[in-house]
C-alpha cells in the first residue's frame, strides 16, 4: 500500500458509507489537503469506491470496505480544501441528489476505521441530529474486530451499524 505521502505515519486507514436511496455508497477517504508532517491528518471522503443496492449480502459489503480502505490516501479529494460549494457540488453529483439538506436529511452513515496501532476494526454508526445537531459517532455504540477479521464479519457488522445508525428526526424512517 503507497499512499500520495511518504512521509505520514499513518495510524489508521478509513472508509465512510452513506445508505442513501436505498443504495450503499462505499468511500475512500483521504488526508486533507497536500501534506508534508509526519503526523497523520484529519480525512474526508475523495472518491466513491462502490455502490451497492441495501440487499447486498455481507460478503459484497465486507470486501467493498476492504477495497476502500486499501485506497485510503491514495488519491487527493477533488475541491480545495475549505471550498464547500465545491465540495457541495460533487457530494451532489456522486449522489444524484436535489441538494445537500436533502441529501443530509435522507441519509444514515457508518464509518469504518482500521486502526494500525490496535490491531483492530471500529465500525461506528452515526447519529443524525437525534442525539446532538449534527451528524457523527459521538454517544454511539462502536463495534470493535481484529484486524484478523474476515470480509464476512466485517460486512456482516458494517451491515448491522447501519440498523444503530439514525436517519434525521425530519424524515424519520424513509
Excluded at 96 to 118: F, H, P, T, Y
Aim: charged content about 25%.
Amino acid at each position: 500500500m503507497i499512499q500520495r505521502n511518504n512521509i505520514t505515519k499513518y495510524k489508521s486507514l478509513e472508509a465512510v458509507i452513506f445508505e442513501y436511496n436505498d443504495n450503499f455508497f462505499i468511500f475512500e477517504k483521504c488526508q486533507q489537503g497536500v501534506h508534508r508532517f509526519t503526523e497523520q491528518l484529519p480525512s474526508d471522503f475523495c472518491e466513491l469506491s462502490k455502490k451497492l443496492n441495501t440487499t447486498c449480502s455481507p460478503e459484497e459489503m465486507g470486501q467493498a470496505i476492504i477495497e476502500a480502505l486499501r485506497r485510503f490516501d491514495l488519491k487527493q479529494t477533488p475541491f480545495p480544501q475549505f471550498d464547500t460549494s465545491a465540495r457541495n457540488k460533487c457530494i451532489k453529483k456522486w449522489f444524484s441528489a436535489r441538494g445537500i439538506s436533502e441529501w443530509e436529511k435522507n441519509q444514515r452513515v457508518v464509518d469504518v476505521i482500521e486502526s494500525l496501532v490496535d490491531d483492530a476494526y471500529y465500525i461506528r454508526p452515526y447519529d443524525n441530529n437525534n442525539h446532538h445537531p449534527w451528524i457523527g459517532p459521538e454517544g454511539m455504540p462502536e463495534i470493535k474486530l481484529p484486524r484478523s477479521a474476515n470480509i464476512i464479519d466485517i460486512g456482516s457488522n458494517v451491515l448491522r451499524a447501519f440498523k444503530m445508525a439514525t436517519f434525521n428526526p425530519q424524515v424519520g424512517t424513509p
